[in-house]
């Protein structure tokens, strides 16, 4: 996932994410600082996806500025933690300014 895509056949943060994703942004949002560990737990409790779907998601998140890492020494080396830049309104906020944006550069084209 190098590019948030846009779904017009979903709603709200599904128009955007999957929903393992969603769920994923969802636990950062109420409680910051998981590594991928914890927060692939917390989301195959509810959805059944790969704990390596979760890196990645979590990866592409941080390249495209919406999270950030520390890494931590622990059992078995360096872990990730992972952080939010941002509360969930901002990151919608910050979403719908830049379709809007796109939007407007495609209709003037």
Do not use: P
Request: with cysteine; hydrophobic share 35%.
């Amino acid at each position: 996932m190098n590019k948030l895509e846009f779904n017009l056949e979903e709603t709200g943060l599904r128009t955007i994410f999957k929903d393992y994703q969603e769920l994923a942004m969802k636990i950062l949002w109420e409680d910051d600082g998981k590594n991928s560990r914890e927060v692939y737990a917390l989301v195959n409790d509810q959805i059944k996806i790969s704990r390596a779907s979760i890196i990645t998601f979590l990866n592409a998140m941080v390249e495209e500025g919406y999270l950030t890492f520390e890494e931590k020494s622990g059992k078995g080396g360096y872990h990730k933690i992972y952080y939010t830049l941002m509360t969930e309104e901002d990151f919608r906020v910050q979403l719908y300014d830049k379709i809007c944006k796109r939007a407007w550069e495609e209709m003037r084209k």
